[in-house]
């Protein structure tokens, strides 16, 4: 009897530790098509990553649409980059390309059309772009709103638009209320500048690579980080970057082991088309409770699951040993 317990005790550890190993991958299973799930590692702490999704989540949903900046914040994204541009009449949309027809079934350059007429056209190629048939060109306003419900940073790459126009911009994120908040992306320093003297957070963007040049405009002209591609810069140039506490913004990190590479090597935010921090939570819930309760829900599943594990493997090793009368 005493042995047939045993015996039953070393099954049942073992069926626990299988359950507690698989969890995780199980979760997965519920992802989005094309999102990828990041997890603790002995290289990683998921916690203290902040994740920035690319135009949305534009791996699982077309890009710069209200669809992939929802999808972004119910998987967890703490932030969301969004491509901006005005329009003939000074609305300023979400859309990457300079021409309508890289995306929607319209034809036309954004800056050459009324809003009016753009929001007419609906979006037609992107991520899973099937599941999306009713998507049409957002403006900075509802995307900013989606970010708000959400809890998400707001991060603007300035896509096309001079340094007069951005006078626009400034009102509608003073409007909004992210002037101080939101982070903007650009390679043009008169834009930069002109969002830096209205108390907004500056990113010069020096893609493809990080140079010393790069470095010395960032700090000459006062802005708080740089852009970047997943090529991170030599120990030399990290070194100068990270002791001028200038922050990062790698674009495009979108493997787990490139944000394990970016983690190691000091820079805690990435921004991706595809990663995420957990499976999408349902739409019909208040987003900003539930994302957060998601969020330490994992961080409490994965400390005791830490725990367990140690403690049923050694269980698991003694009841074993016991067992076979070792």
């Not at 954004?110 to 599941?131: C, F, M, Q």
């Not at 992210?178 to 982070?183: D, E, L, P, Q, R």
């Amino acid at each position: 009897m005493k042995h047939n317990m045993k015996t039953m005790l070393t099954v049942l550890l073992a069926a626990l530790l299988l359950f507690a190993a698989v969890t995780p991958a199980l979760a997965a299973d519920d992802l989005p098509k094309g999102a990828l799930l990041l997890q603790d590692s002995d290289f990683m702490k998921v916690n203290e990553v902040t994740v920035i999704a690319h135009r949305g989540l534009s791996a699982c949903a077309p890009e710069n649409t209200l669809a992939a900046m929802k999808l972004a914040g119910r998987c967890g994204c703490d932030g969301c980059e969004i491509d901006v541009q005005p329009t003939l009449d000074q609305r300023w949309v979400c859309f990457s390309d300079l021409n309508l027809s890289a995306s929607t079934d319209g034809v036309g350059l954004i800056s050459a059309l009324p809003y009016d007429k753009i929001s007419e056209y609906h979006i037609t190629r992107g991520g899973n772009v099937d599941k999306y048939p009713n998507e049409k060109v957002p403006t900075l306003e509802e995307a900013v709103a989606v970010c708000q419900l959400y809890g998400m940073k707001v991060v603007l790459t300035v896509r096309n638009g001079s340094a007069d126009q951005i006078d626009s911009l400034i009102l509608v994120m003073k409007t909004l209320g992210v002037m101080k908040t939101a982070t903007v992306i650009s390679a043009n320093r008169d834009i930069l500048n002109k969002i830096q003297q209205n108390g907004g957070r500056a990113v010069y963007n020096a893609t493809p690579v990080i140079t010393h040049l790069s470095i010395d405009i960032a700090q000459q002209n006062g802005y708080v980080g740089l852009a970047t591609s997943t090529v991170l810069p030599g120990a030399t140039l990290m070194a100068r970057v990270l002791n001028n506490n200038l922050e990062l913004y790698p674009f495009d990190v979108d493997s787990v082991q490139k944000a394990e590479h970016m983690y190691n090597a000091g820079v805690k935010t990435i921004i991706s088309n595809c990663l995420v921090k957990h499976a999408p939570t349902p739409e019909n819930v208040s987003a900003n409770v539930l994302t957060r309760f998601t969020r330490l829900f994992n961080d409490i599943f994965n400390f005791f699951a830490k725990i367990f594990r140690k403690i049923s493997l050694q269980m698991l090793f003694e009841s074993a040993k016991s067992s076979f009368g070792l």
